[in-house]
Each structure stands twice: as structure tokens, then as C-alpha cells.
T-cell receptor
Framework: GAGVSQSPRYKVAKRGQDVALRCDPI?????LFWYQQALGQGPEFLTY????????KSGLPSDRFFAERPEGSVSTLKIQRTQQEDSAVYLC??????????FGPGTRLTVT | AQSVAQPEDQVNVAEGNPLTVKCTYS??????LFWYVQYPNRGLQFLLK??????LVKGSYGFEAEFNKSQTSFHLKKPSALVSDSALYFC?????????????FGAGTTVTVRA
């Protein structure tokens, strides 16, 4: 079946702009995760949803970062007033607990 | 707290030779352990996992990994590497406690297989 999809694949934002990144998980996967991958590093956990409930947002780096999954399917990661340090690849993953997480292709965000 | 170390930034091998990518972990209890591979401009692709049972785990594309509790290691291996195995490999750990959903990744190892 279809895997995890993310859009846009690439986003260039000027410093101070707001951005919204979308994730479509695998159908039926109740768990959804967002990770941030800086250049040359492994992914770092941002936040976790179980259905529509955001159970862990401990990895969000600041209050400029906000994630939602209102109907327990599609999720959006929003970054307000982007800064250069927000430049990274943002990965979305979904799973059917307790099985492994399946990752999307990521959105590469570049803040200029 | 859980963490993963991949001591080698790069591994270079000739096609047909054995490939080993090292991983050590730190976790409070018994871990879940994973290997993922990342090709350029693509997301992470699941290779294999250790949950319980046999310490030798077999995964996709001829890869296997050996869980060694005493050495807290989970090295990835392939008996005969292919040029197409050239990619970025990540080891990851997940605890079995209340935060058993959260993956912690190593920094990654770039594998180059030369023809």
C-alpha cells in the first residue's frame, strides 16, 4: 500500500515567515511522529500523536513550533516566525503500535 | 535516558567483501533496537529490529544484526556488500518504559561500497 507522504518536499522561507508542513500517514496507523534532522545528524524526536491526541511534545524546540492532527489522520507541523536555525529536514513517521515506525521522504526547510 | 553511539562516521568496503556497521546503546532496561537506511533525498527505510528472542536478527536485503547484551551492541552486518548498499545507516533504540514510543537515533554511518 501507499507509504507515508509529506508535502512540500522542499520549502524555502524568509526569516520571520510562517510555514506549514503536511504529513499523510499510512492508512490505519494510529501513531504519528515528527522528527527534525539537521545536516549530518540523526533524526531528533519532536512530537508524538496517538490518534488525534498529542501525547508528547517534549521535543519541540520552542513555542514557535506547533503540531496538530485534528481528525487522527493527516498532521500539520507549523513553524511560526522561522529562524535560520530551523533549517533542517522534517521527517514524519507513522506506526501501528507496537510495530516499527515507517518514515516519509521528509520536507527540507531552508530559512534564508 | 536512552542514547545510541555509532563510532564510525564512514565505512568503506569493496564489493563482495563483508560489511559491518557498529552501534552501541545505552538504555535503562531491555531495549528495542532498530536499523534504518537512508538514501539521498529519501526518508528512512526500515531494515530490521530486535525485540526479544534470538540474538541474531535477519532483515531486508541480506542484512542481519547481532544483539549483544553484555557489550550493549547491535552491529549491522552483511556477508557480501553490493555497490547499491552505499547509503547512510542509522541505528536507533527505544525503551520499554512509559516512553516506549520514542526512538533515539545515532548520528549515522555513511557506507561506501566500491566496485
Amino acid at each position: 500500500g501507499a507509504g507515508v507522504s509529506q508535502s512540500p518536499r522542499y520549502k524555502v522561507a524568509k526569516r520571520g515567515q510562517d510555514v506549514a508542513l503536511r504529513c499523510d500517514p499510512i492508512s490505519g496507523h494510529v501513531s504519528l511522529f515528527w522528527y527534525q534532522q539537521a545536516l549530518g545528524q540523526g533524526p531528533e524526536f519532536l512530537t508524538y500523536f496517538q490518534n488525534e491526541a498529542q501525547l508528547d511534545k517534549s521535543g519541540l524546540p520552542s513555542d514557535r513550533f506547533f503540531a496538530e492532527r485534528p481528525e487522527g489522520s493527516v498532521s500539520t507541523l507549523k513553524i511560526q516566525r522561522t529562524q535560520q536555525e530551523d533549517s533542517a529536514v522534517y521527517l514524519c513517521a507513522s506506526s501501528l503500535p507496537p510495530r516499527e515506525q515507517y518514515f516519509g521522504p521528509g520536507t527540507r526547510l531552508t530559512v534564508t | 535516558a536512552q542514547s545510541v553511539a555509532q563510532p564510525e562516521d564512514q565505512v568503506n568496503v569493496a564489493e563482495g567483501n563483508p560489511l559491518t556497521v557498529k552501534c552501541t546503546y545505552s538504555v535503562s532496561g531491555n531495549p528495542y533496537l532498530f536499523w534504518y537506511v537512508q538514501y539521498p533525498n529519501r526518508g528512512l527505510q526500515f531494515l530490521l529490529k530486535y525485540i526479544t528472542g534470538d540474538n541474531l536478527v535477519k532483515g531486508s536485503y541480506g542484512f542481519e544484526a547481532e544483539f549483544n547484551k553484555s557489550q550493549t551492541s547491535f552491529h549491522l552486518k552483511k556477508p557480501s556488500a553490493l555497490v547499491s548498499d552505499s547509503a547512510l545507516y542509522f541505528c536507533a533504540v527505544r525503551d520499554r518504559g512509559p516512553n516506549d514510543y520514542k526512538l533515539s537515533f545515532g548520528a549515522g554511518t555513511t557506507v561506501t561500497v566500491r566496485a
